[in-house]
Nanobody
Framework: QLQLVESGGGLVQAGGSLRLSCAAS????????IGWFRQAPGKEREGVSC????????DYADSVKGRFTISRDNAKNTVYLQMNSLKSDDTAVYYC?????????????????WGQGTQVTVSS
């Protein structure tokens, strides 16, 4: 079965850290750009970060710049989102999505695969 599986979410106090993982099953991520997105209750899904196919280019939402870091380990077929200095506003369900040879800005609308999401809750 071809799928993305997120893990690493949980409950953390404000100022704490979490590392989310996005692992591919049934296919290789080598040719996919990967985006992280989040959706808080009552809000629309928003882009958080993205990493290009080569890994040489990364993008971040202004709200997470300097706090979050995206990386990929193709040998492990996994993309990570390191989240530091977490705030209550970061509370959301986090999703990863993969776009085959697509640029980052197209993934939200045109992803080939989406994960099921992992809950991140930051307590203040």
């Amino acid at each position: 079965q071809l799928q993305l599986v997120e893990s690493g979410g949980g409950l953390v106090q404000a100022g704490g850290s979490l590392r989310l993982s996005c692992a591919a099953s049934g296919f290789t991520l080598d040719y996919y750009a990967i985006g992280w997105f989040r959706q808080a209750p009552g809000k629309e899904r928003e882009g958080v970060s993205c990493i290009s196919v080569s890994g040489g280019s990364t993008d971040y939402a202004d709200s997470v710049k300097g706090r979050f870091t995206i990386s990929r380990d193709n040998a492990k077929n996994t993309v990570y989102l390191q989240m530091n200095s977490l705030k209550s506003d970061d509370t959301a369900v986090y999703y990863c999505a993969a776009g085959f040879l697509k640029p980052c800005h197209t993934i939200q609308a045109d992803a080939d695969y989406w994960g099921q999401g992992t809950q991140v809750t930051v307590s203040s």
